[in-house]
């Protein structure tokens, strides 16, 4: 179980166009989704957290109008790439979490999508 | 602030060998704690986690962790690699419904 799936896996496009990202959940429902990105050989650098139904909180320094999320329901999360530049070529890796216990105390335990690679011209 | 450190960027080690991948982290407390692997163009998979209790981890392919608290280390392990071993690991703390800390990751290659 746990399983979390992202499409496209990858995707190229032109220099100014949006491109939309999906992350699902496919068996269990996610209280909270979190979007990643990650440069070549480089760590995750999280972009965000989305819990459904209300405004994604954004990390310091992520233009929110540029990445834009979208958590419609329990089970699906996008992340939009607006107006994408060159520089915004990347590997985005999304992940569902879900309550769990851990030594009596709650704690959402994250589960990672296989990532979408972004090659902008 | 929250932080991981990995200062193993690259590690090569022989297949057959054994394995001990170093991280350390910064926090206020004792966070969970968490190593990941990636394979090339993947998502990550958690290899085992440490919340409390027995600071011998146990997880999945032959990896083990140790929590120490006096280092604020959480060092991953294996005593004998396979070539299949080969991936990026990540090192993360977190606590409760609080975002996960990444390290910077440690590249593994297999020698044959």
């Known amino acids: 179980g746990a399983v979390v799936s992202q499409h496209p896996s990858w995707v190229i496009c032109k220099s100014g166009t949006s491109v939309k990202i999906e992350c699902r959940s496919l068996?269990?429902?996610?209280?909270?989704m979190f979007w990643y990105r990650q440069f070549p050989k480089q760590s995750l650098m999280l972009m965000a957290t989305s819990n459904e139904g209300s405004k994604a909180t954004y990390e310091q320094g992520v233009e929110k109008d540029k990445f834009l999320i979208n958590h419609a329901s329990l089970t699906l999360s996008t992340l939009t790439v607006t107006s994408a530049h060159p520089e915004d070529s990347s590997f985005y890796i999304c992940?569902?979490?879900?309550?769990?216990?851990?030594?009596?105390?709650?704690?959402?335990?994250?589960?990672f999508g296989p990532g979408t690679r972004l090659t902008v011209l | 602030a929250q932080s991981v450190t990995q200062p193993d960027i690259h590690i090569t080690v022989s297949e057959g060998a054994s394995l001990e991948l170093r991280c350390n982290y910064s926090y206020g407390a004792t966070p969970y704690l968490f190593w990941y692997v990636q394979s090339p163009g993947q998502g990550l998979q958690l290899l085992l986690k440490?919340?409390?209790?027995?600071?011998l981890v146990q997880g999945i392919k032959g990896f083990e962790a140790e929590f120490k608290r006096s280092q604020s280390s959480f060092n991953l392990r294996k005593p004998s690699v396979h070539w299949s071993d080969a991936a990026e690991y990540f090192c993360a703390v977190g606590k409760g419904a609080q975002k996960l800390v990444f390290g910077q990751g440690t590249r593994l290659t297999i020698n044959p």
């Open positions: 992940s569902a979490s879900r309550p769990g216990l851990a030594g009596g105390s709650s704690y959402n335990e994250q589960f």
């Open positions: 068996d269990f429902q996610a209280t909270t």
């Open positions: 440490y919340f409390s209790g027995d600071t």
